[in-house]
């Protein structure tokens, strides 16, 4: 019993004032009573460990060694040499495409934001008044986000074609001379491939909202219309604010989606031409033969801190709901 | 670390290589024994071997071959070419096929990790990046037999830094003017030899209501040929040599000329180009006849479906230089290259040297459909189609011979990050400040890391 006492106060009490105890008796550490038996350790450890492990194997260890080879020069074949900054040096001085790609992901983020996104949960809205056909509305605007970026990519090829376009043939400007180049013209095309995107980014939001809003508790509704507010006013000051964990999702996705743009600026030109983005110029720096794998690392850095942002602010609000 | 781990694993695939010459220089000699030291099914093969006389010295074996050829027409070409050899030679050949994007864009750890013992591939600067890199076994011997049915200028294709031989070229296809004959009977036009007569035919046809030039760009690569055709009539084979592998520098006022003739040409070009795909582009001149002539290699063809038959084709117009009796042209070369550590070097090797030769060659571009022409001077046109014969008639009258741009300058620079982007650039704004333009790719080519 005193043995136990002993050991609990060295435990609880600093080191320096226990040292005397401690002294005087030479095991205490033996007697380490745990909470935990044998079998609770070794599940923690497995549970942390595993999911640690993943972490370090496939997310650190890429992060930190594109971090490491955007300080070198390397074609992905022969030696790795390390160059200090230089790969930074040239991407701000002589790599044309570095700045309008960084102006295009920001164009992008604004335009999912303030225009793809609000139109999304504007129609999730519209479809949740259960007006006659809804369900056929919700499949028609859902359609795209099920469809691969590849097809969706060649259906607006046929939409913005020069000669055979859809577009240019309602409008009547397929003639030489008259014609519109949605795809070839560098200030026209990055708003052509947006529009594209958004058709499949308002589907998107469009579901995510409209599942949030079948979970609003009818009964706010009808205690607001009793108080008297209209529709308008429901939504702004009831649901709005009761949706409030949905909203942050959408937040999330919109800016991840604006952040991973690619595929569709890829595949009409690889991400020529108007339509820089920074994945496309990691992507176009690092695949095929002869590679500036270093090169392109330094750009996927870029785009590595421009994430950060967004991922502190997430965690740090999703933290602090938890905490509280 | 991971730089000290790079050159040890390339010293490495270096002294494999260099093992699987030794191994197959003692086996490509007189040695009785099949030498295939591995991978050899023993159990069936054993038997055959020790009956088979070692004079007839087919090095009879197993070979793996990879493949970028994905779609069905030049798949069954490669299969054709493979079927004939294996009878030829008794090698027995897997062909691995793989997408053709994913090929191009994966060739480098494909290279890298264990790859089939042949592959197919591009000559020029592309073949020589992975000898340079180790990556690729030199066949010296294999050429030491082919050679005989190759031009000189084949054999500089296929040789890299070391003057060593690296690949069999196979294929090739010129870059050419192709045109809707019925049009140019219709409308009574003339094929243009100078660059006064296609300016002129091109205002005729302008009037007529036609485009004179079909032109897309949307994919960045067709610009470039339009490139070379300009540089090497203006300025010669060996300047667009020189400038393609960066001992001229591209700020040089001969270039500046190429750019202004260009801008001063794009009036008889179709407008909107990056806009358009390279196959809208072909549509438009040799399915529906609203362009007049289309200048593109000789694939483009393949656009015009039906109507093939009817496609015709010149060399692009002289103009006038000292340059004229070179009368050099695009004419890129496919072939097939020996990777680092073959499985079976003796078996791959014999393969090669049957591909080598014109008849395997002509078992590859007499497979229907295809359109390419066998390199071999020696090669028997008389089985070709009409289109195949106009090509082979066009590639006889080029004094020299250019790749394209992307394979004969250095990947990096020709690829999407570089000169796709600057011609883009080109297009969009022809009037643009060229001395400007031209500084900023000279500026984009130094910063290029130097290639080994």
């Known amino acids: ?324 | 670390m991971v730089g000290l781990a790079a050159p040890w694993r390339r010293n490495g695939l270096i002294t494999l290589a260099s093992l699987a010459i030794i191994v197959s220089a003692c086996g490509g000699g007189a040695s009785p024994t099949p030498a295939a030291p591995s991978a050899a099914p023993p159990a069936s093969e054993a038997p055959a071997a020790s009956e088979a006389p070692p004079a007839s010295a087919a090095p009879a074996g197993d070979t793996t071959l990879g493949s970028n050829e994905s779609d069905a027409v030049p798949k069954a070409a490669v299969a054709a070419m493979v079927d004939y050899c294996q009878t030829q030679t008794g090698v027995n050949v897997k062909v691995n096929t793989t997408d053709h994007n994913t090929f191009q864009n994966q060739i480098s750890s494909y290279l890298q990790a264990k790859p089939d013992d042949v592959a197919k591939w591009f000559a020029g600067n592309r073949v020589r990046f992975f000898a340079a890199q180790g990556l690729l076994s030199p066949i010296d011997d294999v050429w030491a037999e082919i050679e005989k049915y190759m031009t000189p200028g084949l054999k500089v294709a296929s040789t890299a830094a070391d003057g060593k031989t690296y690949f069999v070229p196979v294929y090739q296809y010129p870059w050419v003017v192709l045109y809707r004959k019925s049009l140019f009977t219709e409308k009574g036009y003339t094929i243009p030899k100078t660059m006064d007569e296609f300016k002129a035919l091109g205002d005729k046809m302008k009037a007529d209501g036609l485009v004179p030039l079909a032109f897309g760009d949307q994919d960045g690569w067709p610009a470039m040929g339009t490139f070379d055709i300009l540089n090497m009539r203006m300025n010669g084979y060996t300047f667009h040599m020189g400038l393609m592998n960066g001992t001229e520098k591209w700020s040089d006022p001969r270039v500046k000329a190429v750019f202004e003739k260009w801008a001063e040409l794009l009036p008889y070009f179709q407008e909107g180009a990056p806009g358009r795909t390279w196959q809208d582009a072909a549509k438009l001149a040799l399915v529906d006849k609203k362009a007049g002539m289309y200048f593109l290699g000789t694939f483009a063809n393949e656009q015009a479906g039906e109507n093939a038959p009817d496609v015709g084709f010149f060399p692009f117009p002289l103009m006038g230089t000292q340059y004229d009796s070179e009368n050099a042209i695009d004419a890129p070369i496919d072939g097939f290259m020996l990777t680092g550590n073959p499985a079976n070097p003796e078996a791959a090797k014999a393969l090669l040297k049957c591909f080598g030769t014109p008849e395997a060659q002509l078992a590859y571009v007499l497979s229907p459909g295809l359109t390419s022409v066998a390199v071999s001077p020696l090669a028997d046109t008389s089985k070709y189609t009409d289109v195949q014969k106009a090509q082979a008639e066009i590639l006889k009258g080029a004094g020299f011979i250019a790749q394209f741009l992307d394979r004969d300058a250095r990947a990096d620079f020709a690829g999407p990050s570089g000169m796709q982007g600057f011609l883009l650039s080109f297009l969009n704004d022809p009037k643009q400040d060229l001395d400007k333009f031209l500084g900023e790719i000279q500026a984009y080519y130094d910063t290029l890391p130097p290639q080994e």
Do not use: C
């Not at chain 1, 055979?164 to 008259?178: K, S």
């Not at chain 1, 595949?267 to 994945?279: D, H, M, P, Q, R």
């Open chain 1, 1 to 324: 019993m005193a043995n136990d006492r002993t050991a609990r106060s060295a435990s609880a009490t600093p080191p320096a004032a226990a040292g005397g105890v401690a002294a005087t008796l030479p095991a205490p550490k033996k007697k380490h009573y745990s909470l935990l038996t044998r079998r609770d350790t070794i599940t923690l450890w497995l549970m942390a460990g595993i999911p640690t492990l993943v972490v370090i194997v496939f997310i650190l260890v890429p992060t930190v060694s594109s971090i490491v080879l955007s300080f070198t020069s390397w074609n992905g074949v022969g030696a790795i040499k390390f160059v200090g900054a230089q790969n930074y040096i040239d991407l701000v001085q002589t790599y044309k495409p570095f700045f309008p790609a960084l102006a295009h992901n920001v164009i992008w983020l604004l335009f999912f934001l303030f225009i793809a996104t609000p139109l999304g949960m504007f129609l999730a809205v519209l479809l949740d008044k259960n007006i006659r056909g809804t369900r056929i509305y919700q499949s028609a605007i859902y359609m795209p986000v099920v469809l691969s970026l590849a097809v969706v990519g060649f259906i607006w090829f046929l939409i913005y074609a020069p000669e055979q376009g859809l577009l240019n043939n309602v409008l009547g400007r397929t003639e030489q001379g008259n014609q519109i180049s949605w795809l070839g013209n560098p200030s026209l095309n990055l708003w052509a491939v947006l529009i594209a995107a958004s058709w499949r980014q308002v589907g998107y939001v469009m579901v995510l909202y409209l599942a949030g809003l079948k979970g609003v508790d009818p009964s706010l509704r009808e205690a607001a219309a009793i108080d008297g507010a209209n529709e308008r006013q429901t939504f702004r000051h009831v649901v709005f604010p009761v949706m409030a964990p949905i909203n942050m999702v959408i937040l999330v996705i919109t800016v991840i989606e604006s952040l991973r743009a690619f595929d569709l600026a890829f595949i009409v030109n690889k991400g020529l031409n108007g339509l820089e983005l920074l994945s496309t110029l990691v992507t176009n720096n690092i695949i095929g033969e002869a590679s500036r794998i270093g090169f392109g690392s330094a750009i996927a850095v870029v785009l590595l801190v421009i994430s950060v942002g967004p991922i502190i602010f997430y965690l740090f609000r999703t933290l602090r709901e938890e905490i509280q």
